[in-house]
């Protein structure tokens, strides 16, 4: 944990503290190794919060980007009792959780109505401790994107799965908005992703044809044919991290990806087409 109770107050840990945790109270103290994000540590294996994961330098980056007192808020169920630390919680009530490694689909669910109000911003980019990417799901995903939109504004493209990871099938599963954060300043919401679905695509098959259309399409004596391929195939649209953290701090609906003037960041650092037709690979 980033904060625990020293003197009534809401601390970072500094090497030799000692503190009170502000979920449930037991003792804490300072880790503040050299190879470690300085946190709290339980002085007991206490029972706490369960879904608390251990934090990284991409927690501590996303929860910078909001002021001291939305960050680590304890959320009491006044029915149960349970208590569980948001990374993030708003004024206007919205929890964003932030998570670095995978989760157990029933700890996902459990979350999500735990919190009610709350969306998911996802490391897809988890580094090691020598600072490298542990997958290549970044990689897939960028290369997976089409080229060319399927709506311009606001900004949403198709991306085709062929990593070997379970990024997308893992988190297509939520029931709360998904952001997807591959690190380079713009977040990626998973608006949708299909398991194997079914393409059927025109191809040239053999010699000879009697069609005009196809011999305009192709040569004289070439035949089209139709060919079945399955594809894992997303939508996801594009937004600034930025815009996320502005809009969600106003308590306005987080925006809905870029449109037609807004493009240009996403098109620095992507070839996008964006004066290209539909994508008719779905058809
Ligand atoms: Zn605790």
Redesign the pocket.
Known sequence: ?RYAIVDSERTEAQPGMRGI??????Q?IAKCGEHVVWHWA?KRK?D??PWWETETEWHRTWKDRFPFDWQEVVHVDPKSGEKHIADVKTPSGLVIEMQNSPIHPKEMRSREEFYGNMVWVVNGDRKGAHGYSQNSDKFHFIDGLSSHPICHDPLSLQVEWFGRGKLLHNWSRASAIVYLDFGDGILWRLDSFEIDKTFVYEVPISASSNSSRQRELFSDNVVVGKEKKKKDIGVVTPIQVNDFVECSKIGAPIPCGFGLDDQSAVKSKLDFDTAGSQDSAGT
Request: proline residues 0%.
């Open positions: 944990m945790c502000q979920c449930c109270g037991g804490t339980h206490e706490c919060d």
